[in-house]
C-alpha cells in the first residue's frame, strides 16, 4: 500500500519536509489533493471534519499509513525514518533528530508569523506593518540565531560537519535544505548578506541538492514553485530597510 500524504493543493507547504524524505527514499506514495484521480481535497477536508474518528488530525500534513494516521511534520518524520532508511540506525540518536526537526518546526513557524504576525485569517495586506516590524526582527536576531546554531550543530557533530546528526543522511539534512532554500526564496538579500556565516549549513544544502533522487525531484513537476501562498513568501517590503 502506498503511503497517502495530505496536504493543502498547490503549494510546497509544510508537506515539502515530509514530500522530500519520500522523494528520497523512492517511496511510493500519493500526494492525494494532487492525485489526478481527483477529490482528494474533499477526502482530505472530511477526514479533518471527522466527529467519530479518534485519529482526527487538527491541520495537515498528515500522513496515513494502513490503519494509522500520523499529523505534525516532525512526527510524521519521526515515523517514517526508520522506513525510509533516514533516521540514525541508534534509539537515543534518533531522539537527536527528533529534536533537531522540532527546532526546524520552530523556525518554520517563526517564517510563517513574519508575514501574518497577528493572525493566520486576515490578509497579509491587512497586517502588513506589523510583519515589517516583525519581519526586520526575525531577518536581524532569529536567522542568525536558527542557523548559527544548526551551523554549529553540524560542526560539533563527532562523527564531521557533513551531517546534523550521526555519520550519515537523515530526514534532518533533508529539512534543513529545505530550510535554507525557503529562506532564500523569502529574504534573498538576508540571505545574500549573510550565509557566509554559515558554511557547513550551506554545504549540506549543496549536497543535498546533489543527491540523484533529490535533483530529479526539483526538476519535476512535482515540485512545486515557492509562492505567495506558501509559508515562506518573498514580500520585497518586508527586506526594503537592506542594502542590496
Ligand atoms: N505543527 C504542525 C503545524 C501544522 C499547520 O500549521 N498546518 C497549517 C498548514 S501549513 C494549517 O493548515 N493550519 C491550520 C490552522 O492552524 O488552523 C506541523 O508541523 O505539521
Known amino acids: 500500500m502506498p503511503y497517502e500524504l495530505y496536504y493543502w493543493d498547490g503549494i510546497q507547504g509544510r508537506g515539502e519536509f515530509v514530500r522530500l524524505a519520500l522523494e528520497e527514499a523512492g517511496a511510493d506514495y500519493i500526494d492525494v489533493t494532487r492525485d489526478k484521480e481527483g477529490g482528494g481535497t474533499d477526502r ?3 477526514i ?5 474518528d479518534p485519529l482526527v488530525p487538527f491541520a495537515p500534513p498528515f500522513l ?10 516532525a512526527n510524521i518524520l519521526l515515523y517514517l525514518g526508520p522506513k525510509l532508511g533516514l533516521s540514525p540506525a541508534d534509539e537515543a540518536q534518533r531522539f537527536v533528530a527528533n529534536g533537531l526537526q522540532l527546532t526546524i518546526t520552530d523556525l518554520v513557524a517563526e517564517a510563517h508569523d513574519t508575514h501574518h504576525p497577528i493572525a493566520g485569517s486576515l490578509y497579509y495586506e491587512d497586517q502588513k506593518e506589523e510583519a515589517k516590524a516583525r519581519a526586520a526582527e526575525f531577518i536581524v536576531y532569529r536567522i542568525p540565531m536558527f542557523l548559527g546554531y544548526f551551523e554549529r550543530v553540524l560542526k560539533q557533530n563527532p562523527a564531521g560537519p557533513d551531517h546534523p546528526v550521526g ?30 556565516e554559515w558554511p557547513a549549513l550551506i554545504a ?17 513537476e512535482r515540485r512545486l514553485p515557492f509562492s505567495e501562498a506558501g509559508i515562506f513568501r518573498h514580500y520585497p517590503e518586508l527586506e526594503a530597510h537592506l542594502d542590496p
Open 167 to 196: 555519520d550519515g543522511l537523515t530526514y534532518v539534512d533533508l529539512s534543513l535544505f529545505q530550510v535554507v532554500e525557503g529562506l532564500r526564496y523569502a529574504f534573498p538579500k538576508a540571505m545574500r548578506r549573510t550565509e557566509r
Open 64 to 73: 496515513v499509513d494502513g490503519e494509522l494516521l500520523i499529523p505534525h511534520v
Open 44 to 46: 482530505m477536508m472530511k
Open 48 to 52: 479533518m471534519q471527522s466527529r467519530s
Open 204 to 220: 549540506l544544502h549543496d549536497a543535498v541538492a546533489r543527491r540523484p533522487n533529490i535533483s530529479r525531484y526539483l526538476e519535476s
